[in-house]
Every structure is written in C-alpha cells, then in structure tokens.
C-alpha cells in the first residue's frame, strides 16, 4: 500500500514539475524588433493641476502606480471598499472614494471627489462573484464620461482579444473564464470615445522595476514583466500623448522568466 502511495506522490509531482517547466518555456519572450517598441515619456516632476482616481489601488501593480504618482508629488484618490486593507496606501498621503466599481453610482460619486486628468483601472478578480473584470470597467468608463474625464487607462492581459494567440495556452486555459469580461472592457472602452490607453501584460512578477520595460503595439508580443515596472509604464502611458487610442503589450526586455 506504501509502496503504491509512494508512486502516485511521485507522479504528482512529476506532473507539476512538467507543467511548471511547460509554463518557463511556454511564456516565451517574443519581443518586437526594436522599432516596434514604445518607451513612455514618464514626468518626474509634481505637477500641481495633475490629480489621478486610481480604481484597485490597495495592492499588486495598482499600488505601484499610486506609489510613483505620490513619489513625484501628483495628487492621488484611491477608489476603495468600505472593507479594503488601506494599510500600504495610509502612508503615502492619498485620497480616498469609498464604494463598490460593479455598481454604477459609488463610481459616479467617486469622479465627483475632485477634477481628475485621469482614471487608472487596474482592477481584476479571480474569485469575486460576480467577476468585476468588464463590470467596473464599463462603470468607470461611463462615469469618466459622463463628469468630463477624458483620460482613462485600463490594465487587462497579454491573450485578451487579437493578443490570444500570443499567450501561451495554458493562459488562456486558466483565464478562460476572465480573457471574456476583459475583451468586453477593451471594447467598451474604445467604443466610449475616451482618450484611452489600454495595457496587457505578460506574465507578472514581483520584483522591482527594472527600467527594461517596454510597450508594443505588435500583437504577437508575449514575455514577463513585474509589477513595479509595469506601474512605472502605467504612469508614464498616463503621460505619454502619443499613447492615446492605443493598445499595447508590456513586457521587459531583460527578464526571461517570472522569477
């Protein structure tokens, strides 16, 4: 009985070491030639008529924008639940709007907190029910239009409408229910009419920005990128004019893996 324990612990774990090696070798870096790639003009200076609403800024790449945004002296108010954990966010001297992004109205009542040049939605969710992926990325959409607010960036992923093929499968497998809502907010969005600028990126990381990243709008672009780097061309794609109306893959140029 131990002997035949022992050989389906041993097969299980020869299962997961094949799919994380699948995985490594699977999120290939595709980087675009040279020419393809855009790196943001990203301000370093305060600016004293800049204010962002920041929507999913308690954690992961959203908190990163909101730390580089405050770093340089800009005006932030993070949108947040009554329950989120504002715990990183209370020493960084923000704003905050409190509300739920599925529903239309706590939004609304968020853009009328201050006159934004623009919305940063970095919000996504596995296990929320219902998914707030294209919920409250229409809300926000919406309500920036709706107070004035030209400037919206949104944040999806690398396998999200012309970019599937970009992804390796095993993405889209486990993204499968989530690619959907995402490829709806894209839509959305640019339907909207909004100086928009939507972000996918690669396979994310947690380590800190490595002043590598790059945008491309070559839809075949697939690699990793971390969180902090993302945020810093979150920032600088808020900044960037020649960014508007555009979509672009971010990955970094010099990181091969996820680690």
Not at 116 to 121: H, L, P, Q, T, V
Not at 222 to 244: C, K, N, P, Q, S
Request: with cysteine; glycine share 8%.
């Amino acid at each position: 009985m131990l002997r035949w324990l022992l050989r389906i612990v041993l097969a299980l774990v020869a299962v997961v070491v094949a799919l994380v090696l699948f995985v490594v070798l699977s999120l290939r870096a595709d980087l675009p030639p040279t020419q393809a790639r855009l790196e943001p003009a990203l301000r370093t200076t305060a600016d004293p008529a800049a204010a962002y609403l920041v929507f999913g800024g308690t954690r992961n790449a959203g908190l990163e924008v909101v730390k580089l945004l405050r770093a340089r002296g800009d005006a932030v108010t993070a949108f947040v639940r009554p329950t989120s954990d504002r715990s990183a966010l209370d020493t960084l001297g923000v704003s905050y709007a409190e509300g739920d992004a599925i529903n239309l109205a706590d939004v609304r009542a968020a853009f009328a907190t201050g006159n934004y040049r623009a919305a940063i939605n970095t919000i996504g969710c596995f296990r929320c029910e219902p998914p707030p992926d294209f919920l409250a990325a229409r809300n926000i959409a919406d309500a920036a239009q709706e107070a004035g607010v030209s400037r919206v960036i949104l944040i999806t992923t690398i396998g999200v409408g012309e970019s599937s093929d970009a992804a390796p499968w095993l993405s889209n497998f486990f993204l499968r229910g989530i690619i959907p809502l995402k490829t709806q907010a894209e839509e959305h969005l640019r339907a909207s009419g909004l100086d928009y600028t939507i972000i996918r990126p690669g396979g994310l990381g947690r380590g800190a920005a490595t002043q590598q990243g790059f945008l491309s709008e070559d839809t075949g672009t697939m690699g990793f990128i971390d969180r902090a780097e993302l945020a810093r061309l979150i920032v600088g794609a808020a900044d960037d004019e020649r960014t508007i109306r555009k979509t672009y893959a971010a990955v970094d140029a010099g990181k091969k893996s996820p680690w």
